[in-house]
């Protein structure tokens, strides 16, 4: 085998790489040193910003394959025919942490996968939890500062966590879901995921759909009590990390089912509670699972960093037959991801292997030129205005989905009003399905939270929710708290 040259960046020999150069024995080092100072400078690159939320994650590639015909409900050609795969990159993560955190916590799970598909990368960005905390993107920042440190302390304080949901009362239902037996995942393969928001299917009629999206894990629900990630995450930080490298480099792949809750359009307005509402279920008894078919991730990336941290997901990346539905938390995220990834990695983050389209040769066709670090600037005798011509590309005249009926005048409205809108129903029936160690798992985990809260006022509107969703589980966690805050 040939020995390998170790180079400079620019692929000149490197003569030493354990002396720096010096002005004789002993002397103080060169200027011209040109690989010392280059190493140097290098080094002081290696960090880019992180994600601000879902900072912490692992990635795999693997595929999706369709086993059921959707086609009645989408015309997305990544699924219209039994059998056909498209390639998958799927980013796990944990929320609240910084990169340097432990797997181990009680934290929802992001699910973000990208299908390569033919008609370019459709992205499902959603998290382990079918629901989420607040159900309007203006809120999002002021959230997610509650949960991460405090600006003085450095710390993460139950006081802001507790504060922030004690004016959210839509919060109710996804802080049931956190902190009862689901809120810690064993690891990424032993959970589900969920697109959480209502997404809208248009199929080759141009008829409208809303769905939602669940993926179910084929290798069955794991949790972990409170106990036992506190030990994992002290030991073994990266334990979903190695659980998931290691399962891929054994051949012992990871899957998923997906399955869709489907509502024509035309129901969603009179359904009885908002069905844009990113803070509820919708029950299966009126909305049945149909099987879509199932992912598997079968390759580890060669490169974390390239790969899983320049990896760039965002909820706007749509395909034909799929779009939004009017969801404002999904509308808000339709802005804050691709921004992100503008910041995060650069306006040309498209052209990384990780995130560039697969679905035509050279990646992305159109006149988007230049910026930073730019490689992708179309070939020697393409124009870069539209329209041309020289036989360059145009656009279909083919809406990518069914358009929106719409009334009413702008403003800051609130959701519109359905019979059944409560922040607390859905919160007390999950509460409900729990046998009875789950519900006192779930009170031991809330009051050991609530109960370092400093202020009783925030104490009392936070077990107020509880009361709400259910007199029982209100009347169990305000013993819970009383009883240790007397201690
Ligand atoms: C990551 C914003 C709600 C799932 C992110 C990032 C931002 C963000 C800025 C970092 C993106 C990056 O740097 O690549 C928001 C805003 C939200 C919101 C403004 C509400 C208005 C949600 C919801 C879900 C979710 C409801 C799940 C249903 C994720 C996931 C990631 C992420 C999975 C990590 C993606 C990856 O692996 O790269 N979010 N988010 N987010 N968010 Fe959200």
Redesign the pocket.
């Known amino acids: 085998m040939t020995q390998r040259v170790l180079t400079t960046e620019s692929g000149a020999p490197v003569a030493d790489n354990q002396n720096s150069a010096t002005a004789g024995v002993g002397g103080p080092l060169l200027l011209q040193d040109q690989h010392l100072l280059e190493k140097l400078a290098r080094f002081n690159r290696e960090r880019i910003p992180e ?4 900072a912490r ?1 692992s990635g795999a590639y693997g595929y999706f394959e369709v086993t059921d015909d959707v086609t009645g409900f989408t015309r997305a050609a990544f699924l219209d025919t039994v059998g056909k795969r498209t390639e998958v990159f799927l ?1 796990f ?1 944990t929320v609240a942490d910084s990169l340097g955190g432990a797997d181990a916590v009680r934290d929802p799970r ?3 996968v990208k299908f390569y598909t033919e008609e370019g990368n459709y992205d499902l ?3 382990n939890t079918p629901v ?1 905390f607040v159900k309007d ?1 203006v809120k ?1 920042p002021d959230f997610i500062h509650s949960q991460k440190r405090d600006p003085f302390t450095g710390r993460q304080e139950p006081d802001n966590v507790w504060d922030f949901w004690a004016h959210a009362p839509e919060a109710t239902h996804q802080i049931t879901w956190l902190m009862g037996d689901r809120g810690i995942p064993a690891s990424y393969r032993h959970m589900n995921g ?4 209502t997404y809208q299917w248009t199929n080759a009629e141009g008829e409208a759909f809303f769905v939602k999206y669940h993926f179910k894990t084929n290798q069955g629900i794991r949790c972990m009590s409170s106990e036992q990630a506190a030990e994992v995450a002290g030991s073994e930080p990266d334990s979903h990390q190695t659980d998931l490298l290691q399962a891929i480099e054994r051949g012992v792949n990871p899957s998923w089912t997906l399955y869709v809750q489907i509502m024509p359009a035309a129901e969603a307005a009179d359904y009885r509670f908002n069905p844009f509402d ?1 803070t509820k279920v919708w029950p299966h008894a009126d909305h049945p699972l149909q099987r879509v078919g199932r992912l598997v991730l079968d390759r580890n990336p060669d490169n974390v960093f390239a790969e899983v941290e320049q ?3 965002s909820p706007n990346n749509f395909v034909p037959g799929i779009g939004p539905s009017p969801d404002k ?1 999904l509308q ?2 339709l802005f ?2 691709a921004d ?2 503008r910041y ?1 990695l650069g306006v040309n983050h498209t052209q990384l292997a990780v995130n560039a389209p697969k679905a035509v040769p050279g990646g992305a066709d159109n006149h988007g030129r230049d910026g930073l670090m730019a490689t992708r600037n179309g070939s020697r005798h393409d124009k870069n205005y539209e329209p041309n011509s020289y036989a360059g590309p145009v656009q279909t005249d083919a809406a990518l989905s069914a358009p929106l009926a719409l009334y009413g005048h702008t403003g800051t409205h609130p959701a519109p009003p359905h019979t059944k809108d409560d922040d607390f129903h859905q919160a007390g029936e999950l509460y409900r399905l729990m046998s009875d160690e789950e519900k006192s798992r779930l009170v031991a985990n809330i009051a050991g939270g609530l109960a370092q809260v400093s202020r009783d006022d925030v104490v009392d509107r936070n077990l107020a929710h509880f009361h709400a969703a259910d007199p029982d589980y209100g009347k169990r966690v305000e013993e819970a708290v009383r009883a240790l805050r007397e201690d």
């Not at 994600?51 to 879902?54: D, K, P, S, T």
């Not at 969920?194 to 928001?197: M, N």
């Open positions: 994600r601000v939320v879902h994650g980013r993560s992001g699910f973000a960005v959603g998290n989420f993107p999002f969920y697109g959480s928001h990113l990896a760039a997901f938390m808000g995220r804050a991801y992100a990834h995060r």
